[in-house]
């Protein structure tokens, strides 16, 4: 049958879809508003145009997830092929064509033509297309609550530094009894934001804080009296201070409440419990990295693994000039849990510790070693969820031999 090629130019509101036949005819060319009845009328109209052309339809799409959700779950649930386009990969495709312009229609086009190239591109070594497929159900659900708690996290640190500030700038003296990332300094600061107050505290009313016990209540009792804040700015701190302590709280207990549930789902994927055999490396660290890997049988080999990751640099050659690169639009949250998955298990494995230790003789820096030895995991991940098998130590391997 024919191949149709198709483009989507995606929106916040509304989605500019064209069709092209062989010969670059427009078949289609209309904007799809971000409505379910909206997509399911254009799926009705597309299986029409195969019906009519005795063609196939396959879309290119510029950028997965973001505001094409759910519109490319829909295509795909409804038997259509998706390729993810790199949007600099356009932009390049585009600035061939040497217009100036630009706007949805042109783009949607200039994707349906780029996709009539996939047959002549070499696309495991360019990777110009990246066909979408149908992540499962669990892997989805570990994958929106990872990233929502990275977003939560990034959140709570930037608030914290804040609060930070503002207790360097009236009461830097308060950071004697914890850091802003400390439950029981931050419901110290939500019950008494005001430092005038702080003479007047006693023993039994630190008691009654949740989280303080006898032993913190009496340094902070001790301390009190040499505690200095500029008096005349106290009252205006205040309400910054109680603002920012109760954010930062509610953010942790946010954070503990969505690694419960990771947890919680991770039980159930078969993959999660895999990575946890590897000692060290938790629920938590394995749903993030599960949820953001999907399905394994997307990548070829560990290399490919490995560069989205971000634990393996590519090559930067030109002439007699022979470097490599590090992947800079890799998965940032899957780099993140390979380095700390990394830091954990040179702790509790002693091939980890040994490769750790031989990179650092070698003079590397810290994170310069936890890099390569994530880039070594990713070998061992990669054929841990090929083969559907636990991790096995050598020592392990050898005793069975």
Known sequence: MKSLPGGIDIGSE????????????????????????????????????????????????????????????VLIENGFTLYNVDNLKLKRFREVFGAEWRNDRRDARMLAKMLKLR??????????????????????????????????????????????????????????????????????????????????????ELLLIKAIGKKQASLILAGLPHLHYTEELASTYETIISSYARRILELKEEIEMLDRKLKEIGEGSSEVKRLRSITGVGTKLSSRLMGEIGDINRFKNERQLAVYCGVACIDDDSGKRKETKVVYKANKICKATMIEIAGCTIRYVSESKSYYAKKRAEGKEHNHALRCLARQLIKVIFMMLKEDRDYILKDEVKKAA
């Open 14 to 73: 509304q989605h500019h879809v064209i069709i092209l036949n062989e010969e670059d005819k427009i078949l289609y060319d209309r904007k799809v508003a971000h409505r379910f009845s909206e997509f399911h009328q254009a799926i009705k109209e597309f299986r029409e145009i195969e019906a009519r052309e005795k063609g196939v339809i396959t879309f290119a799409i510029e950028g997965k997830n973001g505001y094409g959700s759910p519109f490319d779950r």
């Open 119 to 204: 047959n002549y591109v070499e696309a495991e070594k360019e990777k110009a297309f990246v066909e979408v497929g149908k992540v499962p159900l669990v892997k989805e659900k570990l994958k929106l609550l990872s990233r929502h708690q990275q977003i939560l996290i990034r959140e709570k640190v930037r608030i914290q530094n804040r609060l930070r500030k503002r207790l360097l700038e009236i009461c830097p003296d308060i950071l004697r009894f914890g850091n802003t990332d400390g439950k029981k300094l931050l419901r110290l600061l939500i019950k008494y934001p005001n430092f005038t107050s702080y003479q007047k505290l006693t023993l039994r």
